[in-house]
């Protein structure tokens, strides 16, 4: 289960501090109802290359069209993850696969949209 409270309460403060303290590069994604998924599959192709690591904060606010995109990318990231695949292909493109990728996200049940 994701990290979930009320805004301030360090959700994302504690994602950055355990990549910081692993010595990961750590990327903050502030999510909104505006994401589209070509977009985050340039983010995810980046991120999955560089092994850095991605904290989307906020990740209730991504409208449920976008979500279901986002989700079918990621699991095509970890899929790879799981068989120790060194290049795979993400949606129509073969790339290199940094096994120092990881996906964290917050959520703020508090919006008014999904919960």
Do not use: H
Not at 25 to 49: H, I, R, T, W
């Amino acid at each position: 289960e994701p990290p979930a409270g009320p805004a301030g309460t360090g959700k994302t403060e504690s994602v950055k501090d355990l990549g910081k303290a692993l010595a990961m590069p750590v990327v903050v994604f502030n999510c909104s109802d505006g994401l589209d998924y070509k977009m985050m599959e340039k983010f995810f192709s980046g991120l999955a290359q560089a092994g850095a690591w991605a904290c989307f904060d906020e990740f209730n606010r991504i409208d449920i069209e976008v979500l279901s995109v986002i989700a079918q990318q990621i699991m095509t990231i970890c899929n790879a993850l799981k068989i120790n695949a060194e290049r795979f292909d993400f949606f129509g493109k073969e790339i290199r696969l940094n096994r120092n990728y990881g996906c964290f996200i917050t959520m703020n049940p508090g919006y008014a949209g999904r919960t």
